[in-house]
């Protein structure tokens, strides 16, 4: 089974500055995608950035961009030039890229982060 | 585009009543989702629907049924509720199941649901 882990609960950063939230991730699986998905007050879920593994590029998105390192089964997120708007719970998750029946998108706890102004 | 529509956004029930959530959706998506939110435990799913006319358990079942109607619906039914089904529920689409596409999940705004 997939594991998805956000160690950090909670992170704040000031206005203007760059932050990097920390996703790890467990599979035997070889080929395989990973998202960030930001919640805002609102509640409403938004896809953020998408990898896919056998990529070796990192995804960017605007200020958004990843740290993939397939490896150390490790997906960071790195918001440049935090916007007040920026702050929101954070989730990171994960599917297999050949699915079965049984295959679900797997989330992580989440990270709250604060943009401080 | 309305996108994922849920119904209700709020409902309080008392232990043992029972209701139904609503979902639709109008990107012409193959699969559905129901997860449930709580503090500290991310989103976990509760039944799935790869395709019309399917229907398989997640990985938080017990308590619930679901019901793909056609290929725009799918509502999640609690018999007998209870307090331990208080929570956010969110209801989910994408293009395509376990194609090999990783497509991205499309989210309704969430339903708050209280069992006193």
């Known amino acids: 089974a997939q594991t998805v882990t956000q160690s950090q609960p909670e992170m704040s950063v000031q206005e203007a500055e760059t932050v990097t939230l920390s996703c790890t991730y467990d599979t035997s699986e070889s080929n395989y995608y990973l998202f960030w998905y930001k919640q805002p007050p609102s509640r409403q879920m938004i896809l953020v950035i998408r990898?896919?593994?056998?990529?070796?590029q990192n995804a960017t998105e605007n200020r958004f961009s990843v740290n993939f390192q397939k490896a150390a089964k490790s997906f960071s997120l790195k918001i440049s030039d935090s916007q007040l708007g920026d702050t929101a719970m954070y989730f990171c998750?994960?599917?297999?890229?050949?699915?079965?029946?049984?295959?679900?998108?797997?989330f992580g706890t989440g990270t709250r982060l604060a943009v401080r102004p | 585009n309305a996108g994922v529509t849920q119904t209700p956004k709020f409902q309080v029930l008392k232990t043992g009543q029972s209701m139904t959530l609503q979902c639709a959706q109008d990107?012409?998506?193959?699969?559905m989702y129901w997860y449930r939110q709580d503090p500290g435990m991310g989103l976990r799913l509760i039944y799935y629907s790869a395709s019309e006319g399917t229907t398989d358990k997640g990985e938080v079942p017990n308590g619930y049924n679901v019901s793909r109607l056609n290929k725009r619906e799918f509502s999640l039914r609690l018999e007998s509720a209870a307090p331990s089904q208080t929570s956010v529920y969110f209801c989910?689409?994408?293009?395509?199941w376990g194609e090999g596409i990783g497509s991205p999940l499309h989210f309704g705004n969430g339903t708050r649901l209280t069992v006193t």
């Open positions: 990898q896919e593994a056998y990529k070796q």
């Open positions: 990107m012409n998506h193959n699969s």
């Open positions: 998750a994960f599917i297999k890229s050949r699915g079965s029946s049984g295959d679900k998108l797997t």
């Open positions: 989910a689409s994408s293009e395509s």
